[in-house]
């Protein structure tokens, strides 16, 4: 058996058009241009880079980006004070602090400081809760994505056997509680589970995000199942040459899987898009407008 490849770059340029489309209506219709603040304090490259991409992302499906860059010496109350100008902004649908934050910001308080309708990455405790309690909500991008990227393999997840490994509060557990709200039956492990093999050996949907590369083995997986890697790790092998892998081992699951996604190219390229996702349903929510079609 090989599996079906869940091209994630595929299925992200879909969405991307469906909220643009979706976007230039809300704009046509109600005059709304979503709007979305990123805040970058200090100069990761990578974080310079990915908030680059995400600016761009916002022009090309007709929202409007709004840049802040701090410097790497600003104080708590100095971008505490940003989040209170950017919360009271109605030309503002979401506000999205870049992570990592300086060692001097506390980014719980940072986190719970942000309006929890202009809260795009979905970690405010109220979004939290609402999602636990199958309120709407806006929820973390990573777990939307994956959802969207399963809804390719199955029509329908009630009863489906799902075992979710870690529980971040980015990740594992939100997207667990996204799956029992589609009426999944969800089991949490992570790397402290005993017998971790048995468990991932009955489940039909297999979702991993524990920063291990490479930690599931292929014979670790029931035949047919579909697997959702959501690691990111970076590994250099005997020659010295780095590459990106997830947390399953590719090579192995791929002959046993029914449907899986590549690291890189499966749920990553989900991430922005459902930024975009989220900005838009922020807007449609603080207008009173109906929910978007994406």
């Known amino acids: 058996m090989t599996a079906r490849i869940i091209d994630g770059k595929t299925i992200a340029g879909d969405l991307r058009a469906a909220v643009a489309v979706e976007t230039r209506r809300v704009t046509a219709e109600y005059g709304l241009v979503p709007g979305l603040a990123v805040v970058l304090i200090g100069d990761n490259p990578a974080s310079k880079t990915y908030v680059t991409g995400k600016s761009r992302a916002l022009v090309e499906v007709g929202m409007q980006p709004f840049d802040f860059h701090l410097p790497a010496t600003a104080s708590e109350a100095d971008l505490l ?106 089991t949490v492990a992570h790397t402290h589970t005993r017998h971790l093999p048995d468990y991932c050996r009955r489940a039909e949907l297999l979702c991993v995000a524990i920063g291990c590369a490479e930690f599931i083995r292929g014979d670790w997986i029931k035949p047919g199942a579909t697997v959702i890697d959501i690691g990111i790790n970076r590994v250099t092998d005997a020659a010295g040459k780095a590459r990106i892998v997830g947390d399953v081992n590719f090579a192995e699951a791929v002959k046993v899987a029914g449907a899986i996604t590549p690291v890189p190219g499966g749920v990553g390229p989900m991430t922005i898009v459902c930024l975009l996702v989220n900005t838009l349903r922020a807007a449609c929510m603080q207008a009173g407008l109906p929910a978007p079609a994406v």
């Open 81 to 186: 004070a940003l989040i209170a100008r950017l919360n009271a902004d109605p030309a503002v649908s979401g506000i999205l602090a870049q992570m990592p934050l300086p060692r001097q910001i506390d980014p719980v308080r940072i986190v719970t400081s942000i309006d929890p309708n202009k809260d795009v990455d979905g970690f405010h405790p109220l979004n939290a809760g609402r999602l636990m309690t199958g309120m709407p909500a806006l929820v973390p991008c990573t777990p939307i994505g994956c959802l969207k990227l399963i809804k390719t393999v199955y029509d329908s997840l009630v009863g489906l056997d799902t075992l979710m490994i870690g529980r971040s509060h980015i990740v594992g557990n939100p997207l667990s509680q996204v799956l029992l709200n589609e009426n999944a039956t969800v």
